[in-house]
């Protein structure tokens, strides 16, 4: 119960979440001009009869906006990938993403739809036989920058990782407050995290690329 009352505190949720989503972070500025916007897969509830909008999870709706926003300006094509993982296997994950952006007035033409990945590895494996040596930026989850950039960089792919979706305002000044919900979901999300990054290099890091 005690452990429980802490990681409800958000102060304990930004600790955890701060090394993850502050991890070299600097304000979302593209340093040189790429040649690819990839979107990594979130989520999107293929079940129950409701509004297409209400099926996207926020992080997917955070990185596709920001990646709608980055093609306006640079005009580049948005690589999306991300297979069948879904509760209903019929459905691909990047081929709705590729709908979506169609749906906001992005020409088919610049948006690849890779229907492949189930987890970030077999996401950038699939993604790397598609872009024959072209520099990427790629949009996903601050808690997840690191891990992503870790693996664009295992398969030697030039990248800059921009951010969304924070759980975390940066903010580390000790407070106490009433426990809140919110807060040990965000804990739950570091913890997560960090085990998928322990997974990294206990298992992916040492597979020959």
């Known amino acids: 119960m005690s452990i429980l009352l802490i990681f409800s505190q958000p102060w304990v949720a930004n600790l955890l979440l701060y090394p993850l989503e502050f991890w070299k972070f600097e304000i979302n500025e593209i340093k040189t001009k790429p040649e690819v916007i990839f979107v990594p897969a979130c989520y999107y509830h293929s079940g129950g009869k409701v509004p297409e909008i209400t099926r996207w999870h926020e992080c997917s709706l955070q990185r596709m906006l920001l990646a709608y926003q980055l093609h306006l300006e640079l005009q580049v094509p948005i690589h999306f990938t991300g297979g069948n993982f879904l509760n209903d296997e ?76 924070f759980h975390s305002s940066g903010e580390l000044t000790p407070y106490i407050t009433i426990p809140s919900y919110a807060a040990l979901n965000n804990t739950g999300k570091a913890i997560y995290e960090y085990m998928a990054i322990a997974k990294y290099f206990v298992y992916d890091s040492r597979i020959a690329v």
Not at 100 to 111: A, C, R
């Open 90 to 165: 019929s459905i691909f994950f990047a081929d709705k993403a590729k709908s979506f952006m169609t749906s906001l007035g992005v020409d088919g033409i610049d948006i690849v739809a890779i229907p492949k990945g189930y987890n970030t590895r077999s996401e950038v494996i699939a993604l790397n036989a598609t872009l024959a040596g072209k520099t990427i930026v790629a949009v996903s989850s601050a808690t997840h920058r690191y891990r992503l950039s870790s693996l664009l960089s295992d398969f030697k792919i030039q990248h800059q990782v921009l951010s969304v979706d």
